[in-house]
């Protein structure tokens, strides 16, 4: 992955951030990698140790705790909302249909956070964590490393709708899924670059079945699909049944972040409808 791809992901940690802790008159206003230096100066260092330890129990761990960032900030920005527990007038986002059984690392975050409530007590914001976490994951699997900037507020409220709507589906048109990048700021090149995220991590077969049996309402596999690749995965995603079992994103290099995931798509053996025809 090159400078932009890393410029990408840093742009990612920025979307939509909510209001912003008051810092000293230079930098109000701004987040920014310092943030922490005087208040609790270990911040960064407790993330990233919390994670190191998580991802070497599990490796998946890597990709679940990137994922978390990008489902937090696709729906009310930066803002940790998608950590919230239904409660009073909140309605969790763990619910919706794109988080439900599916995203996971919160233990992870809650670890980091409670490491961090011992060292400095009422500081460090959850929706930072998840931003560190993310970063530090990335580099965990070989991936590049960035500057996060600090100092996000975290949300006292959650949207189930903006789940639902803003966070893009396996099943989407590239359309539908440039239209969601598009409400965020983001352009088509924000959209590929992104998208090798999946280069980590699993997809479950329920997420991409239609493709292999019925994608266009006409009980047949997605044409476009390399056919020997979708006979291996028809193998352990039946038509019915079997939505749990868990398929790597990447087959060559599944858990190291590189661009493998690419190469797979312009063979055609991608298992998200995602693909570079896609982008006439």
């Not at 997420?207 to 390399?226: C, E, H, I, V």
């Not at 039946?238 to 749990?244: A, E, N, T, V, Y």
Request: overall charge positive.
């Amino acid at each position: 992955m090159g400078d932009q791809s890393v410029n990408l992901l840093m742009v990612l940690t920025l979307l939509g951030f909510g209001p912003l802790c008051l810092c000293d008159v230079s930098n109000e206003g701004y987040l920014y990698p310092q943030f922490y230096e005087r208040t609790c100066p270990r911040a960064q260092q407790i993330v990233k140790s919390v994670v190191a330890k998580a991802v070497a129990k599990e490796v998946r761990m890597a990709a679940s705790l990137l994922r978390l960032q990008f489902h937090d900030c696709f729906v009310k920005g930066c803002d940790a909302s998608l950590l919230l527990d239904s409660s009073g007038s909140i309605i969790s986002e763990k619910n919706s249909t794109p988080n439900r059984n599916s995203a996971r690392g919160f233990e992870v975050i809650d670890q980091i956070k409670a490491a961090l409530e011992k060292e400095c007590p009422q500081t460090v914001s959850c929706a930072d964590i998840i931003a560190l976490a993310a970063r530090d994951s990335t580099v965990l699997a070989g991936g590049p490393s960035w500057e996060v900037p600090l100092g996000r507020r975290d949300s006292r409220s959650a949207s189930l709708s903006g789940s639902n709507s803003n966070i893009p589906a396996p099943n989407n048109t590239f359309q539908t899924i440039l239209t969601k990048f598009k409400r965020q700021g983001l352009d088509i090149i924000d959209l590929v670059a992104l998208s090798g995220s999946h280069t980590i991590g699993n997809s479950r077969c329920v997420s991409f079945r239609q493709r292999l049996y019925n994608q266009s309402g006409n009980a047949k596999p997605d044409p476009t699909l390399d056919q020997l690749y979708a006979s291996q995965l028809r193998s352990r995603c039946p038509r019915s049944g079997g939505d749990q079992n868990l398929f790597s994103l990447d087959f060559v290099t599944p858990t190291k972040f590189d661009n493998s995931y690419y190469k797979n798509l312009l063979r055609s053996k991608g298992t998200f409808e995602f693909r570079p025809s896609s982008c006439d």
